[in-house]
């Protein structure tokens, strides 16, 4: 009887250390960035962030970005860009707009 409870708790414990290590295979280690890979930044700089994509204004005023920017073309990012640019500004008036009838 003790015995095939040791081969179940031992049978257990292989099992469970080979999930294991199939599992943390699977997801990739993360590391700090190097000290060559930082970028010291004041207060007072500013940055662009183009590799992020336009801000959008939704309709409530909260912002977001566009979840695929980095899949897109070049003529898709263009395209977007230029109808983004004319709806934030007709939702940024709309917004203002809304604002100062209520106050």
Do not use: C
């Not at 990739?28 to 940055?47: C, G, Q, R």
């Not at 979840?67 to 934030?88: C, S």
Request: glycine share 2%.
């Amino acid at each position: 009887m003790l015995n095939t409870f040791s081969r179940q708790l031992s049978f257990r414990a292989f099992t469970f250390r080979r999930a294991m290590s199939s599992h943390e295979k699977k997801e990739p280690i993360l590391a700090l960035p190097t000290a060559e890979e930082t970028v010291k930044v004041d207060v007072n700089d500013t940055y662009k962030l183009k590799e992020l994509g336009p801000v959008v204004v939704n309709e409530d005023g909260s912002l977001s970005r566009i979840n695929n920017w980095h899949e897109m073309a070049d003529i898709e990012k263009e395209n977007v860009n230029r109808i983004l640019l004319k709806r934030n500004r007709a939702r940024l008036e709309r917004l203002k707009k809304a604002k100062e009838e209520n106050a």
